[in-house]
Protein backbone atom coordinates (compact mmCIF):
# COMPACT_ATOMS: atom_id res chain seq x y z
CA UNK A 1 0.00 0.00 0.00
CA UNK A 2 1.39 3.58 -0.94
CA UNK A 3 1.54 6.24 1.46
CA UNK A 4 2.63 9.74 1.34
CA UNK A 5 2.36 11.50 4.18
CA UNK A 6 2.79 15.27 4.35
CA UNK A 7 3.93 17.10 7.76
CA UNK A 8 5.10 20.50 8.72
CA UNK A 9 2.10 22.95 8.05
CA UNK A 10 0.47 25.36 9.87
CA UNK A 11 0.35 29.09 10.50
CA UNK A 12 2.88 31.58 9.54
CA UNK A 13 3.04 35.62 9.62
CA UNK A 14 4.19 36.82 5.94
CA UNK A 15 8.11 36.88 6.15
CA UNK A 16 8.49 33.51 8.21
CA UNK A 17 9.00 30.51 7.05
CA UNK A 18 7.98 26.65 7.23
CA UNK A 19 9.51 23.28 6.34
CA UNK A 20 6.96 20.31 4.79
CA UNK A 21 8.14 17.08 4.71
CA UNK A 22 6.29 14.07 2.74
CA UNK A 23 7.68 10.73 3.91
CA UNK A 24 6.96 7.68 1.36
CA UNK A 25 6.51 4.70 2.37
CA UNK A 26 5.29 1.23 0.00
CA UNK A 27 7.19 2.72 -3.29
CA UNK A 28 10.46 2.69 -4.06
CA UNK A 29 11.25 6.02 -3.50
CA UNK A 30 14.82 6.37 -5.42
CA UNK A 31 12.77 5.62 -8.41
CA UNK A 32 10.26 7.96 -8.58
CA UNK A 33 10.29 11.84 -9.48
CA UNK A 34 9.00 13.80 -6.49
CA UNK A 35 6.95 17.17 -6.39
CA UNK A 36 4.93 19.48 -4.35
CA UNK A 37 1.66 21.13 -5.40
CA UNK A 38 -0.84 23.14 -3.57
CA UNK A 39 -4.37 24.34 -4.53
CA UNK A 40 -5.66 27.45 -2.67
CA UNK A 41 -9.52 27.85 -2.24
CA UNK A 42 -11.83 28.54 -5.74
CA UNK A 43 -8.28 27.80 -7.59
CA UNK A 44 -6.70 25.10 -9.44
CA UNK A 45 -3.91 22.80 -8.11
CA UNK A 46 -0.31 23.87 -9.48
CA UNK A 47 3.23 23.07 -9.55
CA UNK A 48 5.15 23.81 -7.08
CA UNK A 49 8.42 22.38 -7.19
CA UNK A 50 9.63 18.94 -8.64
CA UNK A 51 13.04 17.30 -7.88
CA UNK A 52 13.47 14.10 -10.05
CA UNK A 53 15.87 10.99 -9.47
CA UNK A 54 18.96 12.48 -10.47
CA UNK A 55 18.20 15.87 -8.55
CA UNK A 56 16.63 18.03 -10.81
CA UNK A 57 14.80 20.61 -9.44
CA UNK A 58 12.49 23.30 -10.94
CA UNK A 59 10.14 25.96 -9.55
CA UNK A 60 7.02 27.93 -10.18
CA UNK A 61 7.90 30.81 -10.83
CA UNK A 62 6.18 32.39 -7.90
CA UNK A 63 8.62 30.30 -5.89
CA UNK A 64 11.64 30.70 -7.36
CA UNK A 65 14.35 32.13 -4.85
CA UNK A 66 11.86 31.00 -1.74
CA UNK A 67 11.46 27.74 -1.97
CA UNK A 68 13.51 24.48 -2.27
CA UNK A 69 12.86 21.00 -2.58
CA UNK A 70 14.81 18.14 -1.40
CA UNK A 71 15.24 14.76 -1.09
CA UNK A 72 16.76 12.15 0.95
CA UNK A 73 16.33 8.71 -0.56
CA UNK A 74 17.74 6.78 2.65
CA UNK A 75 14.30 8.27 4.79
CA UNK A 76 12.37 7.99 1.66
CA UNK A 77 11.32 11.96 2.04
CA UNK A 78 11.24 14.76 0.22
CA UNK A 79 11.67 18.77 1.61
CA UNK A 80 9.80 21.91 0.97
CA UNK A 81 11.88 24.41 2.64
CA UNK A 82 9.93 27.74 1.99
CA UNK A 83 10.91 31.38 3.51
CA UNK A 84 10.05 34.71 3.11
CA UNK A 85 6.14 33.32 2.72
CA UNK A 86 3.75 35.67 1.91
CA UNK A 87 -0.18 35.79 2.27
CA UNK A 88 -0.86 34.37 -1.49
CA UNK A 89 0.99 31.18 -0.40
CA UNK A 90 -1.79 30.07 1.37
CA UNK A 91 -2.67 27.01 0.36
CA UNK A 92 -3.21 23.35 0.74
CA UNK A 93 0.32 21.44 0.11
CA UNK A 94 0.40 18.22 -1.24
CA UNK A 95 3.27 15.97 -2.32
CA UNK A 96 3.28 14.10 -5.30
CA UNK A 97 5.50 10.54 -6.35
CA UNK A 98 5.87 10.35 -10.30
CA UNK A 99 7.50 7.29 -12.18
CA UNK A 100 5.66 8.53 -15.67
CA UNK A 101 7.39 5.40 -17.33
CA UNK A 102 5.65 2.93 -15.92
CA UNK A 103 2.56 5.57 -15.24
CA UNK A 104 2.58 5.42 -11.44
CA UNK A 105 1.52 8.58 -9.95
CA UNK A 106 0.62 8.72 -6.31
CA UNK A 107 -0.61 11.92 -4.04
CA UNK A 108 -0.41 13.09 -0.59
CA UNK A 109 -3.29 13.87 1.67
CA UNK A 110 -2.12 17.12 2.26
CA UNK A 111 -0.90 19.95 4.62
CA UNK A 112 -2.89 23.50 5.66
CA UNK A 113 -0.53 26.57 5.15
CA UNK A 114 -1.82 29.73 6.02
CA UNK A 115 0.51 32.62 5.59
CA UNK A 116 -1.49 35.45 7.79
CA UNK A 117 -0.72 38.35 10.56
Known amino acids: QVQLVESGGGLVQPGGSLRLSCAAS????????MGWYRQAPGKQRELVAT???????NYAGSVKGRFTISRDNAKKTVYLQMNSLKPEDTAVYYC???????????WGQGTQVTVSS
Open 26 to 33: GIIFSWYS
Open 96 to 106: NADWTTQRRNY
Open 51 to 57: ITTDYST
